[in-house]
């Protein structure tokens, strides 16, 4: 029984997977636990207050680090990404410009007009009015 | 540009009631200061920045200065009965000079593109009654450099908005740019000692043998 | 147990590498002191300009410059160190993880220099904490920064990994934490940590001279 189940378990096409996994996770970890094996066997741990207080570039931290970012950061965000985007499609099509027709240079200009749509529509709704 | 005398005459028939008076410079550069009574300082700022004449639109500079009591002697010719005899007797009388802090501002107009005008303004006293009226309600430039004077000279601005520091940290007490004011004194090690360090390194030096001295004798 | 000398180049001549422990450990800590990136001053721009391609500081192991204080093992204390700085500068040298190395450069962060009068300016970080070189200039040029450095390295070399001398993270007992002055009224309290800068004795002749 217990021969059939081991080659069951052999012969299942996720067996390597599963090795596979197992390794990668042992490849992750080992560096870890011998670094923290390392530390903890060999270097004479000498902390104190300041040593273990928060690193903000030598001031005294105040306060919790805790803190809300208000909704409309993220809009701004949002209309940044699209500008992002949009340099990485220019950028290839600059490069191969003069070889490229009548249609290429259309459609750069529709995709174009479509985003300068979205910040005219962004900036009538009020969104780039930091209030 | 305005002479000086004009900037005066402009500013008395403006605002007649306002305690404004002339400050010679004999330099060659003759750069000759208005000298305003706090009370009237807001409204003689606010009159040399919006006349259309003077248009003194930008405070470029702002500073202290802290003058210390003055003593001048002067010579009297006084009659007196001697033994009977009038004689004429010359005495030197000394008149002390109260000291106080100032405040000035170099202003310039960017509209007609002239300037500096000075202007100052003085406090009663050095000690107690260090008020005087802030220009930066008037000009936007001079909230930094008031918190500098506040700081280095402890002049107390009205109607600054952050009155704060921002040199010194908040806990120090004293005014550095004060003509009295003493720096702590850590001059115990000194391995090349010159002029003005190696008389406050030998100060320290004769301080600490008291010290010793009396701690001896103590002991 | 160290070999001698004429052995290890007779050994070497024959392709045998021959070292202790010692010389490996402290061969693997001065080739990689990482500077914390940490400037206050006009020095910080000399600084700045011995990493860069020129004089390329990375020669010697100073790979990169840290930004943050837990993963440097160098202090260039480059430029002037205000009263309002050094609470600062001293709870930075805190946060650093052991073994830490410091290297004051400059007149100003070795003595005040030409601020040494002045309120504000404290008269050298030695006062605070340990300094291992002192570098003079103002500033420093990138030659002096490293030379500096490799002085710096000289002293890891030859520090023994037991005993009196040995590095301070080896030293379970060495003291690990400096006192971070507080601002006072009217200087900083205390004005000197006199556990790492005691008084000097006094110089007799530099009173008498003029006296």
Known sequence: MAYFYGNSMLSSPYFPLAVLFVAALGFGLAPLGLAWAWARLVSPAKPNAIKNAIYECGLESKGDAWVQFRSA??????????????????????????????????????????????????????????? | MKTAEEILAAIKTALPEAKVELVQNPSVSGQHSLVVAPEDGLAVAVFLRDDSELALDFCSNATGVDWLDKETT????????????????EKTVKHIQPGYLESV???????????PVIFRMRTANRTDQVELPSMTPVWRSCEFQEREIFDLFGIVFKGHPDLRRILMWDEFEDHPM???????????????????????????????????????VTQ | MAVEPDLKIELGKQGVFVTTLNELYNWGR???????????????????????????LARFGAEVFRPSPRQADLMIISGTVTKKMAPQVVRLYNQMAEPRYVIAMGACAISGGPFKQGYNVLKGIDRYIPVDVHIP?????????????????????????????????????????????EPGAHDLVPPVNRLVWPLPAPKPDATEKQG
């Open chain 3, 137 to 181: 200039g103002c500033p420093p040029r990138p030659e002096a920064l490293i030379h500096a450095f490799m002085t710096l390295q000289k002293r890891i070399e030859e520090q023994p990994l037991t005993g009196e001398n040995r590095p301070r993270h080896l030293d379970a007992d060495a003291q690990g934490l400096f006192p971070v002055p």
């Open chain 2, 105 to 115: 501002y170099h202003l310039y107009s960017m509209r007609q593109k002239h300037g």
């Open chain 1, 73 to 131: 950061y993220y809009l701004y965000a949002i209309i940044f990404l699209v500008f992002d985007v949009e340099a990485v499609f220019l950028l290839p099509f600059a490069v191969a410009f003069t070889g490229l027709g009548v249609g290429a240079c259309l459609a750069m200009l529709v995709f174009v007009l479509l985003l300068i749509e979205g910040l005219a529509w962004a900036w009538a709704k009020g969104i780039l009015t930091w209030a």
């Open chain 2, 178 to 216: 004060r003509r009295d004011y003493v720096d702590p004194d850590d001059y115990e090690y000194e391995p090349t000692p010159h002029d003005e360090v190696l008389k406050r390194a030998q100060e320290h030096q004769a301080q600490q043998n008291e010290a010793k001295q009396a701690a001896e």
């Open chain 2, 74 to 89: 002067e010579k009297v010719k006084a009659t007196e009965v001697v033994d009977g005899e009038e004689k004429v007797i």
């Open chain 3, 30 to 56: 001065r080739n990689s002191v990482w500077p914390m990136q940490f400037g206050l001053a006009c020095c910080a721009i000399e600084m700045i300009a011995t990493t860069m391609a020129r004089y390329d």
